[in-house]
């Protein structure tokens, strides 16, 4: 099976922040990747897909790239609704995993 | 307004059933492979099962293999995972999911989880 490793577990900053969290795959995945924002008690929500794809209707702050086994989701400017935990997935092969997750928290 | 409503979830002893279904609407089912992702307490998302769009691709996590089933009625736009010989590990927020495009693929459309709780 194929491993998602995020970093780091938990970000700390301020609005306004550019912000940046990794995500390793284990093995090559090209660029079958996903990303997701997840706040408390909510479902997730679809940001990125095909590791740089923006979702329709996903502010342009949020952006996403890398290929192969590394990745990266890019916030540009922090706003306080970005404060949430995000999670990347690999679609490339079956058993789908998702990464562990990134809490963004206020600092 | 595209649209998944999950049910059927609530307290179970271990080693019990349950079926939990997902009622789409807003969007052609049949057009759409399908997914169940669940969140443990306090952790991250688990991908559990995807179905292909006619029903005939099923895929599963190991975690599960053998004792969930998942199928999906499209004259009812209706996807469900039957659950049997439930542990408290299944112990969770049940998600179900519209796979963007094909059968691999991001999640765009959720639902908003059902609670199953394994407890004696």
């Known amino acids: 099976d194929i491993q998602m490793t995020q970093s780091p577990s938990t970000l700390s900053a301020s609005v306004g922040d550019r912000v940046t969290i990794t995500c390793r795959a284990s093995?090559?995945?090209?660029?079958?990747l996903a990303w997701y924002q997840q706040k408390p008690g909510k479902a997730p929500k679809f940001l990125i897909y095909?590791?740089?794809s923006l979702q329709s209707g996903v502010p342009s702050r949020f952006s996403g790239s890398g290929s192969g086994t590394e990745f990266t989701l890019t916030i540009s400017s922090l706003q306080p609704d970005d404060f949430a935990t995000y999670y990347c997935?690999?679609?490339?092969?079956?058993?789908?995993?998702f990464g562990q997750g990134t809490r963004l928290e206020i600092k | 307004e595209v649209q998944l409503l999950e049910s059927g979830g609530g307290l179970v002893q271990p080693g019990g059933s349950l079926r939990l279904s997902c009622a789409a609407s807003?969007?052609?089912?049949?057009?759409?492979?399908m997914s169940w992702v669940r969140q443990a307490p306090g952790k991250g998302l688990e991908w559990v099962s995807d179905?292909?769009?006619?029903?005939?691709?099923?895929f599963y996590a190991e975690s599960v293999k053998g004792r969930f089933t998942i199928s999906r009625d499209n004259s009812k736009n209706t996807l469900y995972l039957q659950m049997n010989s439930l542990r408290g590990e299944d112990t969770a927020v049940y998600y179900c999911?519209?796979?963007?495009?094909?059968?691999?693929?991001?999640?765009?459309?959720w639902g908003q989880g059902t609670v199953v709780t394994v407890s004696s």
């Open positions: 999911a519209r796979v963007f495009r094909g059968l691999k693929d991001g999640f765009d459309i």
């Open positions: 179905v292909g769009g006619s029903g005939d691709r099923t």
């Open positions: 093995q090559n995945i090209i660029n079958l």
């Open positions: 095909k590791a740089s």
């Open positions: 997935q690999q679609y490339f092969s079956y058993p789908i995993v």
């Open positions: 807003g969007f052609t089912f049949s057009s759409y492979a």
